[in-house]
């Protein structure tokens, strides 16, 4: 068969039954069962980035790849974009597979380096896990299993091997708060309610009105197993972030606003 599409072929994966062909800018999906009756469809859209093709992974009948401008969600119609969490960087060179209710990549950022993100599909998050450039994944019965560039050894990601038992940092950061609050509405109170093992410490950050400083509003240290909640009074502004930096484990339940109204001028 031939088609008329301008560009390299750029990945291609068997998809509910049907070959799918990309390229950078679009689809190709084959039907018929042999070789007198086969048809193809082409649909123009964002297709899998040149270099990415081992990206390609199905996570609970949808399949995720990586584009030129991101990653995408195709359902076997159009790809949703899903990675506008990561802002303005753009990646490359993109490994992925699917485990679980999770989608698992590898990519390299623009100054060359290599981090691995993982999608819970789930709670529709993204999170980092680390910065290794990994040269291929498998999953295996309940296992992930992973080589390392560097040490070009097999690893396991869920660690049901040897466990590296030194204390996780790890650090979670929200979008834009307050912005879509009318009538000068603000947030006078917030209350973080959640459970940390002992000797765990929490350490609550804010930026405000996006002036690019993070400024320490609290830290809370574990001394027992049980939850709590604290609160925190931010300052007056138009919006807001959060970053909560963590050291050991814990569990968040819930961040809860309380809004004022304020005065008009």
């Not at 038992?165 to 708060?177: K, R």
Request: aromatic letters at 12%.
């Amino acid at each position: 068969a031939s088609c008329g599409t301008d560009g390299q072929f750029t990945g291609a994966i068997t998809y509910l039954g049907h070959p799918l062909f990309f390229k950078e800018s679009c689809v190709h999906k084959v039907f018929g069962n042999y070789p007198s009756n086969f048809q193809i469809q082409t649909t123009a859209c964002r297709g899998v980035q040149k270099g990415s093709h081992k990206s390609l992974a199905m996570v609970n009948e949808v399949l995720y790849y990586k584009s030129r401008t991101g990653i995408c969600a195709y359902d076997g119609s159009l790809p949703t974009e899903i990675s506008s969490a990561f802002g303005e960087l753009s990646y490359s060179d993109a490994i992925g597979c699917s485990h679980g209710n999770k989608y698992y990549i590898s990519m390299k950022d623009e100054s060359g380096e290599y981090n691995l993100f993982v999608f819970d599909v789930s709670k529709g998050m993204w999170h980092k896990e680390d910065d290794i450039q990994i040269d291929a994944f498998c999953s295996c019965r309940n296992e992930l299993y992973y080589i390392d560039h560097s040490s070009k050894k097999i690893k396991t990601m869920l660690g049901s091997g040897t466990k590296d038992t030194d204390t996780v940092q790890w650090m979670a950061e929200s979008g834009v708060i307050g912005v879509d609050y009318p009538d000068k509405k603000y947030i006078s109170k917030m209350t973080f309610r959640l459970a940390l093992d002992i000797g765990t410490i929490v350490h609550v950050y804010i930026q405000y009105d996006s002036m690019g400083q993070w400024e320490h509003v609290c830290t809370m240290t574990g001394s027992s197993l049980r939850s709590f909640s604290y609160p925190i009074r931010p300052k007056r502004c138009d919006h807001m972030r959060i970053r909560i930096v963590g050291f050991g484990d814990a569990k968040i339940y819930s961040i809860t606003k309380t809004i004022e109204q304020g005065g008009m001028l």
